[in-house]
């Protein structure tokens, strides 16, 4: 078991497949260039593998691949289907832009993914484009529609903000609620490559909104990053607040990144490189350097002290 230096127990890994991404979404990485990594700075499938059944066998219960947009990354299917028949009870999830989810639905289920979560800001394709800087919607949505019909337990995520999509968070809301979805509303968080001018709308901004058309009830936290929120009738939507303290008391996460770095804190600079242990067949060393970045795990995170991150979110999966 994997416990950190506050007693929280870290069973849950976040894997960026790539950081190239389809998008130039205004929140994270609208000026960034398109490039490509050299293939050989980048672990393998089998590399991955080799460092994450690794991590399972020291407690790892739930692995979250993610990006950039890991469906640019060929055969992830393949990939899903190593981690799965290793130990089929793993919680298995994606999260993506959803822009080719339709495509590979059927063959990531099959090959044992669970949960997929997939961006949804908008549901005005003029709003969506303006975000994602291309036209984007109707293929957003029919991935969406094609997972939840192939048997996946879809969550939506919505970065709001002022003057963009707020003015949505009903619509959004109430689309979720119609098909069976839960949404989470995700407070912008500030970082060094996000389109200048960017405004968060806060939580309490997020449910003024919402409350006035709905009661609600908060929900008891859990190790999720999303509190929790009940409408009368039972249907539950949530809010990640990055800004909070309690986004770090239940962190129970640590990530790594495509290209091999290990890192403890979404928002912390600090990183350690498992590629040259895993390359040279040093299974030892790479558990040392895991049960490293776990005992160093800081107890929050960089914001109390940085009102911007440097962190380049589409190479740590957000």
Known sequence: MLIDSFNRTIDYIRVSVTSRCNFRCLYCMPNTPFEWEPHENILSYEEMFEFLRLAIDEGVKKIRLTGGEPLLRKDLDVFVKMLHDYKPELDLALTTNGYYLKEYAKKLKKAGLKRVNVSLDSLKPEVAAKIAQKDVLNKVI???????????????????????????????????????????????????????????????????????????????????ASKYFELEDGYVFGIIEPHSEDFCKSCNRIRLTAEGYLIPCLFFTESYNIKEAIRKGDIKKAAEILREVVKNKPEKNDWQEEEVSSRAFWETGG
């Open 142 to 224: 029919e991935g969406i529609l094609e997972a939840k019909k192939e048997g996946l337990l879809v969550k939506l995520n919505t970065v709001v903000m002022k003057g963009i999509n707020d003015g949505e968070i009903l619509d959004l809301l109430e689309w979720a609620k119609k098909h069976g979805m839960t949404i989470r509303f995700i407070e912008f968080m500030e970082n060094e490559r996000a389109y200048p001018g960017i405004k968060r709308v806060s939580s309490d901004e997020i449910l003024k909104e919402i409350s006035k058309k709905y009661n609600f009830k908060e929900l008891p936290k859990d190790n999720s």
